[in-house]
């Protein structure tokens, strides 16, 4: 199921966040106060904006109410990433993650309404273990401490000519597929006849247990 992400902020984090999320197909608003890293994803992003999102009126004008996912990259500048965070709240926003580099700054963008908060260059550690230890998932962006976005490969022949009905990943392991990549092409419309083939990578959405609970039935 196609989501609606505001991403604030385009440094390295940013930057990749709204990468990941256009190669799921999923909707992306880019918005950074500096030219340049727009300009880079403007041909990447569903929309983007040169604008200061401490602007009350900017985040007014964008509905940020609608998105389903606020995130907020704005880490190297406490100010601009607590009020951000403050206004975009304020504003109806549905669910906001927001970036930060230090625990005080992480409490901070938590009082202020941050629904999550992230540490990358923390987390960093933790993103090398998981894809050393799995053979099967090959990206994935944690949306936040319970849910994430992964794409995984199949490599088992048990799942090989079962189609998603079959499969019931849903069930299984709470898994959403939004979408299939079949010998280079991706289908953003996966129907539940769908079949699987040996080396289709799916992009899913769900719990991180989910998504490691299918990496271990791959194993088996």
Do not use: C, W
Request: no cysteine.
């Amino acid at each position: 199921m196609k989501k609606s992400f505001a991403v604030f902020g385009l440094g390295r984090f940013g930057q990749s966040v709204v990468r990941t999320l256009v190669d799921a197909h999923q909707d992306v608003l880019a918005v950074d106060i500096n030219e340049e890293p727009v300009n880079e994803l403007m041909e990447v992003a569903t929309q983007t904006l040169i604008a200061d999102t401490r602007d009350e009126a900017v985040l007014r004008e964008l509905n940020i109410d609608t998105f389903d996912y606020v995130i907020i990259g704005i880490g190297n500048n406490m100010e601009a990433s607590i009020l951000t965070t403050m206004l975009s709240k304020e504003q109806g926003a549905k669910k906001v993650i927001a970036k930060a580099e230090t625990s005080d700054q992480g409490r901070v963008l938590e009082r202020v309404g941050a629904d999550q908060v992230v540490f990358p260059e923390r987390d960093m550690g933790h993103s090398i273990v998981r894809k050393l230890l799995s053979n099967h998932i090959l990206s994935f962006i944690d949306l936040s401490d319970e849910y994430t976005l992964a794409a995984i490969e199949i490599t088992d022949p048990n799942f090989v000519d079962q189609n998603l009905i079959a499969l019931n990943l849903r069930e299984r392991f709470g898994l959403t597929v939004i979408a299939i990549k079949h010998q280079g092409k991706i289908n953003v419309s996966p129907q539940p006849t769908d079949m699987m083939a040996l080396h289709d990578v799916l992009t899913v959405v769900g719990p991180i247990k989910g998504v490691e609970g299918l990496d271990e039935a791959l194993k088996k």
